[in-house]
């Protein structure tokens, strides 16, 4: 079964520090990565998407992959206690030929003031 | 203009009743999907439909069924509620590339379901 894991938290930041949020997932066939944040209540929402290995930055968000050791992560800058939410890992598998993203359960995100 | 809809917004009803959430999306995606999400926000895929192929995930009792009356609309029928149906339920959708894993997801603001 294809799985994709994050530590559940709560993570606890201060505000303006770097928050570092880790996934790891089981296929090694998947290509397609997402990052998005869901606040209390609402729907998940798309912050980052990552196809080759390395970084990508968008903003105070970097997403990081690692093929070889099967390993996504997503660091906040300057993190605000606005960040504070969950966000959610999601992994497209490469085989199969379904493509349906697998979710992770989530890393609770604490800026404090 | 919202990207993703659904309604409605909240739903609570008894058990064995007959329930269906609407969704809709006019990003002129291909692929829609229905996902729910328990008390611990885990979020489960249930269903992931094209104009060409539904998938099914196997752990879905039959009690729900999707249904599509166009490519913008996917719609949730669930019969004989019961009480461990309560989430909320998401709607999404994406684009999918040729021979390719789709785009990004984008979901719609979820239906909060309630049985009593």
């Known amino acids: 079964q294809k799985e994709v894991e994050q530590n559940s938290g709560p993570l606890s930041v201060p505000e303006g520090a770097i928050a570092s949020l880790n996934c790891t997932y089981s296929?090694?066939?998947?290509?397609?990565f997402f990052w998005y944040r869901q606040y209390s209540g609402k729907s998940p929402e798309l912050i980052m998407s990552?196809?080759?290995?390395g970084d990508k930055e968008d903003g105070r968000f970097t997403a990081q992959l690692n093929k070889a050791s099967q390993y996504v992560s997503l660091l906040i800058r300057d993190s605000q206690p606005s960040d504070s939410a969950t966000y959610l890992c999601a992994g497209v598998p490469g085989t199969g030929g379904s493509y349906i993203p697998t979710f992770g359960r989530g890393t609770s995100l604490i800026v404090h003031p | 203009d919202t990207a993703v809809s659904q309604t409605p917004k909240y739903l609570v009803t008894q058990m064995g009743n007959d329930k269906s959430i609407k969704c809709e999306q006019n990003l002129g995606h291909d692929t829609m999907y229905w996902y729910k999400q328990d008390s611990k926000k885990f979020l489960k895929i249930m269903f992931s439909y094209n104009n060409k192929e539904l998938i099914i995930n196997e752990t879905v009792p039959n009690r729900f069924s999707p249904k599509s009356p166009d490519k913008a609309h996917l719609n949730l029928h669930i019969n004989s509620l019961e009480l461990g149906d309560s989430a909320v339920y998401f709607c999404?959708?994406?684009?999918?590339?040729?021979?390719?894993?789709?785009?990004?997801?984008?979901f719609g603001p979820g239906t909060r379901l309630t049985v009593t």
């Open positions: 990552i196809y080759s290995n």
């Open positions: 296929d090694r066939g998947s290509q397609s």
């Open positions: 999404a959708s994406s684009q999918k590339k040729a021979g390719g894993p789709p785009y990004e997801q984008y």
